[in-house]
């Protein structure tokens, strides 16, 4: 099973464990690990994970050195932007109000046909238009 993984649940991998969904995102992990699914995120994926920490946290450098290295050695799947991502993320953030940030986590799961799992509220938004967009809290 392919997914697509937005920033806002790899955080909740290094957070506090007293916040939602914790136990679905570390699920996500633990499968990641195994093997029984593959996790792919766009290149921009490490850099709001990354800023997340240093911008919003008490993590210092190493940890946050920590955190790119865990990252990295899970092996996810990278996609840089192309000119077929760029255009369709640029239609997906015109047409739904969405930053163009947000519209390339659907752009890329939409390409890969995947599913997004995501928890912002806006990305979740869009899932009449695109289904394959899951809320975290239904992860199994």
């Known amino acids: ?6 920033a806002s649940i790899a ?3 290094f957070s506090a464990r007293n ?3 914790v136990e679905n995102a570390l699920a996500i992990q633990e499968k990641q690990i195994s093997g029984e699914i593959r996790i792919i995120v766009p290149d921009l994926f490490f850099l709001e994970v990354l800023n997340a920490f240093i911008t919003k946290s008490k993590f210092d450098i190493e940890d946050i050195s920590t955190i790119r290295d865990v990252l990295f050695k899970l092996g996810l799947e990278i996609k840089y932007p192309d000119d077929f991502l760029l255009s369709d993320s640029s239609k997906i953030a015109y047409s739904g109000g969405l930053t163009i940030y947000d519209s390339l986590y659907i752009a890329v799961a939409k390409s890969c046909n995947a599913t997004l799992y995501t928890e912002d509220k806006k990305i979740l938004s869009c899932r009449k238009k695109y ?3 899951t809320d975290i809290r239904d992860f199994a």
Do not use: Y
């Open 131 to 133: 289904p394959f967009i």
């Open 19 to 21: 916040e939602d969904f």
């Open 11 to 13: 955080i909740k991998w």
């Open 1 to 6: 099973m392919d997914i697509v993984l937005d």
